[in-house]
């Protein structure tokens, strides 16, 4: 490991300490975001994000931030992405991805490949209840995927929500 390895690498840990020994669930994305605010190193901004995830609530509130700093490091994200989050080489060039939501969350950056999911999410969540829920459903190319998650069963896809194609909608 290189001497910036190394550095990028405690960086990122103490990033990642600090969001878990400050915020729950819900404030963890917010404070990642904000320690990784001036970051420029990919291989920190990827690693905390990809460890803080999957215990991150509360995304949407928090969609102008992190697509901003998705796209700022989307060049250096497959090099950084650990291998068991990038998205599958074999999987074709559109794929099938669902979201459930209220109908103003539509385009957000967290989908999932399980309609399953998708429709018990358009009910809410861990107690909270979404006004106006829908069902989403959209073709994504799978080089605008960022990462995938499947720490919770959710079959997770983290992606840019502008190359969305194809989305419809339907109330639940």
Same mark, same amino acid.
């Given at each position: 490991?290189?001497?910036?390895?190394?550095?990028?690498?405690?960086?990122?840990?103490?990033?990642?300490?600090?969001?878990?020994?400050?915020?729950?669930?819900?404030?963890?994305? /917010?404070?990642?975001?904000?320690?990784?605010? +001036?970051?420029?190193?990919? /291989?920190?901004?990827?690693?905390?994000?990809?460890?803080?995830?999957?215990?991150?609530?509360?995304?949407?509130?928090?969609?102008?931030?992190? *697509?901003?700093?998705?796209?700022? +490091?989307? *060049?250096?994200?497959?090099?950084?992405?650990?291998?068991?989050?990038?998205?599958? @080489?074999?999987?074709?060039?559109?794929?099938?991805?669902?979201?459930?939501?209220?109908?103003?969350?539509?385009?957000?950056?967290?989908?999932?490949?399980?309609?399953?999911?998708?429709?018990?999410?358009?009910?809410? +969540?861990?107690?909270?209840?979404?006004?106006?829920?829908?069902?989403?459903?959209?073709?994504? +190319?799978?080089?605008?995927?960022?990462?995938?998650? @499947?720490? *919770?069963?959710?079959?997770?896809?983290?992606?840019?929500?502008?190359?969305?194609?194809?989305?419809?909608?339907?109330?639940?």
């Amino acid at each position: 490991m290189t001497d910036t390895q190394s550095a990028q690498s405690i960086r990122a840990k103490a990033i990642i300490d600090q969001c878990y020994q400050e915020a729950d669930s819900t404030g963890r994305l /917010a404070l990642a975001l904000d320690l990784l605010a +001036h970051e420029t190193s990919g /291989a920190v901004f990827w690693t905390v994000l990809c460890e803080i995830w999957c215990s991150s609530d509360n995304t949407w509130n928090h969609q102008a931030q992190l *697509r901003f700093a998705l796209v700022l +490091h989307a *060049r250096t994200g497959r090099r950084y992405i650990p291998a068991d989050k990038q998205p599958p @080489n074999d999987w074709p060039q559109f794929v099938q991805v669902w979201r459930g939501c209220s109908r103003e969350r539509v385009r957000s950056v967290s989908w999932t490949l399980d309609r399953t999911v998708a429709e018990k999410f358009a009910w809410g +969540h861990r107690g909270i209840a979404f006004p106006n829920p829908v069902l989403a459903s959209a073709k994504i +190319h799978r080089t605008a995927v960022y990462f995938v998650e @499947n720490e *919770r069963d959710e079959q997770e896809v983290v992606l840019d929500p502008s190359e969305l194609r194809s989305i419809v909608v339907h109330d639940v």
